[in-house]
């Protein structure tokens, strides 16, 4: 439940619920208090407890209840023995109906007041109404301005007011890319949906696009990615819904000779494109908006590329070989396979053709990534260093880095031996075939990460062969298997759909999370010691601070070289290090002397970028350790990600106290 700061937004909230027109003259502050209150249980409260809660009598409490249904003309608490609760079948669904949640701190209020403007029909808004709907005075509404403005500055847009009207000035493609980012922003990205487009264009826009899409690829032979379908979707949308709003003149200082671009891509294409636009959307395209839409298409689907960039190849086929000879020497990881290469190449390509055209293609799982695969998002950090160096220093950005993962990632799965699979029993009752169905639907979902070692017909026998394997699937309940602690079990149906196809993966990062853990007890005073533990008195306000500190530390006591500081700034300057409450910073694989982990805790917590950081671990590797690293780094990442261990660490008073807190954990 959102929290609600005024009485402003109580009667807001309360108009809502009890559909009350005239509450001044019958609702007070205390009804308000038992409304929200009552909204927020999930099961019936005594009068009593409500009496309690409220330091009032229970016949007061009946009153209240018996004033507020008396006011909504309607049972909006129901009574019974269990004692009173608000009827949510009805507020949940005025709830989704409208915007209860009032934007209440600065940062809220500038993405409400930047939406607004930005898909407003008309070029002004008056200054009066968005203080009123923000429930706040004209005062703390010049504030929020002041606020928004300064956030404006890095897109070199700024809001201007004239006669209490204001709206948004800037150059058109600035606008656009501020428009996308707060959608992206704004919208959970793990639920980015075609309903959540909704909130922002007409849902008959959103529709005509997709339609538009899906029609258009058909029938020019092309498809597009599945990542970036919503990334299409959302930047189509704003591109059709400024221009029919009149928002048409483009910055023609970038790319300024358009005409000649679309004369030099695919003629008949573009043609058609234009042509299209106009029949579906009934808008005129001018070169602008055609090469942008264009682009669009482009770099989010698998059109071929015009014969312009086929200049490219050779420095492509050169750059990857470059890669592949660094990833094997540094991490020990051959890449050089037709599987790789051939996709990889492809996607270099249109990577390239993006940064030429200042464009980045938002990966909608990028937390996901790094979270999930912290190793292989590290080697795309890597990669992405060398195609910097191709460009001449031009940064490729973080979404960009997560592409690369996803196909290493997919590399590395490719070649699992059976050794690094999770060893795995079925245990699958012989009926119907039922148990040939599920081991096809296990095996066409898993390969990649489970070796069948065995498959019996009954859960008597798993004891006998128990000792051969970590994972069992089965489709017997959970209560059959006792005394066998050691296995984890995943109990899945016959059908095996996507509920078991989620407990499956759940059981194989339980056991990765198992391995891993390992790692860290067998080889925690290999990685650890004393001498590399310190404790923060307050002296680091944020990430440059400890990046200062650390390194040199490493470097006095005869850890890693002078430049060892040098690649540990450059590395940070790739993308953040820090994950949660923790960071583990370290090099691209300097030639250091000695292996450690230089340890930093911090009770207060450090500032580093976005986050808190609680924990810092900077790694220190030599070459003999770098294939342990690929290990070490995912276990201290797999550990310290967490939130208990972090509240229970981040306390340690000595290098002593804190290794006992980390294998009790652990264990």
Same mark, same amino acid.
């Given at each position: 439940?959102?929290?609600?700061?005024?009485?402003?937004?109580?009667?807001?909230?309360?108009?809502?619920?009890?559909?009350?027109?005239?509450?001044?003259?019958?609702?007070?502050?205390?009804?308000?208090?038992?409304?929200?209150?009552?909204?927020?249980?999930?099961?019936?409260?005594?009068?009593?407890?409500?009496?309690?809660?409220?330091?009032?009598?229970?016949?007061?409490?009946?009153?209240?209840?018996?004033?507020?249904?008396?006011?909504?003309?309607?049972?909006?608490?129901?009574?019974?023995?269990?004692?009173?609760?608000?009827?949510?079948?009805?507020?949940?669904?005025?709830?989704?109906?409208?915007?209860?949640?009032?934007?209440?701190?600065?940062?809220?209020?500038?993405?409400?007041?930047?939406?607004?403007?930005?898909?407003?029909?008309?070029?002004?808004?008056?200054?009066?109404?968005?203080?009123?709907?923000?429930?706040?005075?004209?005062?703390?509404?010049?504030?929020?301005?002041?606020?928004?403005?300064?956030?404006?500055?890095?897109?070199?847009?700024?809001?201007?007011?004239?006669?209490?009207?204001?709206?948004?000035?800037?150059?058109?493609?600035?606008?656009?890319?501020?428009?996308?980012?707060?959608?992206?922003?704004?919208?959970?990205?793990?639920?980015?949906?075609?309903?959540?487009?909704?909130?922002?264009?007409?849902?008959?826009?959103?529709?005509?696009?997709?339609?538009?899409?899906?029609?258009?690829?058909?029938?020019?032979?092309?498809?597009?990615?599945?990542?970036?379908?919503?990334?299409?979707?959302?930047?189509?949308?704003?591109?059709?819904?400024?221009?029919?709003?009149?928002?048409?003149?483009?910055?023609?200082?970038?790319?300024?000779?358009?005409?000649?671009?679309?004369?030099?891509?695919?003629?008949?294409?573009?043609?058609?494109?234009?042509?299209?636009?106009?029949?579906?959307?009934?808008?005129?395209?001018?070169?602008?908006?055609?090469?942008?839409?264009?682009?669009?298409?482009?770099?989010?689907?698998?059109?071929?590329?015009?014969?312009?960039?086929?200049?490219?190849?050779?420095?492509?086929?050169?750059?990857?070989?470059?890669?592949?000879?660094?990833?094997?020497?540094?991490?020990?990881?051959?890449?050089?396979?037709?599987?790789?290469?051939?996709?990889?190449?492809?996607?270099?390509?249109?990577?390239?053709?993006?940064?030429?055209?200042?464009?980045?293609?938002?990966?909608?799982?990028?937390?996901?990534?790094?979270?999930?695969?912290?190793?292989?998002?590290?080697?795309?950090?890597? /990669?992405?260093?060398?195609?910097?160096?191709?460009?001449?220093?031009?940064? /490729?950005?973080?979404?960009?880095?997560?592409?690369?993962?996803?196909?290493?990632?997919?590399?590395?799965?490719?070649?699992?031996?059976?050794?690094?699979?999770?060893?795995?029993?079925?245990?699958?009752?012989?009926?119907?075939?039922?148990?040939?169905?599920?081991?096809?639907?296990?095996?066409?979902?898993?390969?990649?990460?489970?070796?069948?070692?065995?498959?019996?017909?009954?859960?008597?026998?798993?004891?006998?062969?128990?000792?051969?394997?970590?994972? /069992?699937?089965?489709?017997?309940?959970?209560?059959?298997?006792?005394?066998?602690?050691?296995?984890?079990?995943?109990?899945?149906?016959?059908?095996?759909?996507?509920?078991?196809?989620?407990?499956?993966?759940?059981?194989?990062?339980?056991?990765?999370?198992?391995?891993?853990?390992?790692?860290?007890?067998?080889?925690?005073?290999?990685?650890?010691?004393?001498?590399?533990?310190?404790?923060?008195?307050?002296?680091?306000?944020?990430?440059?601070?400890?990046?200062?500190?650390?390194?040199?530390?490493?470097?006095?006591?005869?850890?890693?070289?002078?430049?060892?500081?040098?690649?540990?700034?450059?590395?940070?300057?790739?993308?953040?290090?820090?994950?949660?409450?923790?960071?583990?910073?370290?090099?691209?694989?300097?030639?250091?002397?000695?292996?450690?982990?230089?340890?930093?805790?911090?009770?207060?917590?450090?500032?580093?970028?976005?986050?808190?950081?609680?924990?810092?671990?900077?790694?220190?590797?030599?070459?003999?350790?770098?294939?342990?690293?690929?290990?070490?780094?995912?276990?201290?990442?797999?550990?310290?990600?967490?939130?208990?261990?972090?509240?229970?660490?981040?306390?340690?008073?000595?290098?002593?106290?804190?290794?006992?807190?980390?294998?009790?954990?652990?264990?």
């Amino acid at each position: 439940m959102y929290e609600i700061l005024n009485l402003k937004k109580y009667i807001k909230l309360a108009t809502i619920i009890l559909n009350i027109e005239n509450w001044g003259d019958y609702l007070n502050q205390k009804l308000l208090n038992v409304i929200e209150y009552l909204y927020q249980q999930s099961s019936p409260i005594s009068c009593k407890e409500l009496a309690q809660h409220f330091k009032v009598t229970t016949r007061t409490i009946q009153n209240y209840v018996k004033d507020i249904n008396h006011i909504s003309s309607s049972n909006a608490i129901i009574s019974s023995k269990s004692g009173y609760m608000l009827n949510k079948q009805k507020t949940d669904i005025l709830f989704k109906k409208i915007n209860v949640n009032i934007p209440d701190d600065n940062l809220s209020r500038c993405t409400y007041v930047l939406k607004k403007l930005l898909t407003h029909t008309t070029e002004s808004i008056n200054i009066f109404d968005l203080s009123d709907e923000l429930f706040i005075s004209y005062s703390t509404f010049r504030n929020v301005l002041s606020y928004t403005n300064n956030y404006l500055k890095k897109y070199n847009i700024k809001i201007v007011s004239n006669n209490n009207l204001l709206y948004l000035q800037g150059n058109e493609r600035d606008l656009r890319k501020l428009m996308s980012t707060i959608i992206y922003d704004e919208v959970s990205i793990n639920s980015f949906s075609i309903e959540n487009l909704y909130e922002y264009f007409n849902s008959v826009l959103v529709i005509k696009v997709i339609d538009f899409l899906d029609s258009f690829s058909k029938s020019n032979g092309f498809t597009i990615n599945h990542f970036t379908k919503m990334n299409l979707i959302l930047h189509f949308c704003i591109l059709i819904k400024r221009i029919q709003g009149g928002n048409i003149e483009m910055d023609s200082s970038v790319n300024s000779d358009n005409s000649k671009f679309l004369l030099e891509c695919d003629h008949a294409l573009i043609t058609k494109l234009h042509n299209e636009i106009f029949n579906a959307f009934n808008i005129y395209i001018d070169n602008d908006n055609l090469k942008e839409a264009y682009l669009l298409l482009q770099i989010n689907s698998d059109l071929n590329l015009n014969l312009a960039n086929d200049m490219l190849g050779n420095e492509i086929l050169s750059l990857m070989k470059e890669i592949i000879k660094e990833i094997k020497v540094n991490y020990l990881l051959d890449l050089n396979t037709p599987e790789f290469i051939t996709p990889f190449s492809l996607h270099l390509k249109k990577l390239i053709f993006r940064i030429q055209h200042g464009k980045v293609e938002k990966n909608p799982i990028l937390k996901h990534i790094k979270k999930t695969i912290p190793m292989i998002y590290d080697i795309s950090t890597y /990669v992405s260093l060398y195609i910097n160096n191709f460009f001449e220093n031009e940064v /490729v950005a973080e979404d960009e880095i997560g592409f690369i993962a996803l196909h290493i990632g997919a590399e590395i799965n490719r070649q699992k031996s059976d050794g690094e699979k999770i060893s795995t029993i079925l245990v699958l009752p012989k009926y119907l075939e039922l148990e040939s169905y599920v081991k096809k639907q296990i095996l066409k979902n898993f390969h990649e990460n489970l070796n069948i070692v065995n498959s019996i017909y009954s859960h008597e026998y798993i004891h006998n062969i128990s000792d051969t394997a970590e994972l /069992v699937i089965t489709t017997f309940p959970l209560s059959h298997f006792k005394n066998t602690n050691k296995l984890e079990i995943v109990s899945i149906s016959p059908f095996f759909n996507s509920e078991d196809q989620l407990k499956v993966h759940e059981g194989i990062d339980s056991i990765k999370k198992k391995r891993l853990n390992q790692i860290l007890i067998s080889q925690f005073d290999y990685f650890f010691n004393k001498e590399l533990f310190h404790l923060d008195n307050g002296s680091y306000k944020n990430e440059y601070d400890v990046i200062n500190f650390l390194p040199k530390d490493l470097i006095d006591k005869n850890y890693a070289p002078n430049e060892f500081l040098t690649h540990i700034i450059n590395r940070e300057k790739l993308t953040s290090t820090a994950f949660n409450n923790v960071s583990v910073p370290h090099q691209f694989f300097t030639e250091t002397m000695r292996t450690g982990t230089n340890i930093l805790i911090s009770k207060e917590g450090i500032h580093w970028k976005n986050n808190l950081v609680h924990i810092v671990l900077m790694v220190c590797i030599k070459n003999e350790d770098k294939k342990n690293f690929a290990f070490l780094y995912e276990a201290l990442l797999n550990l310290f990600t967490q939130d208990d261990i972090v509240q229970i660490v981040k306390n340690s008073i000595s290098f002593e106290d804190f290794k006992n807190k980390v294998l009790l954990f652990i264990k």
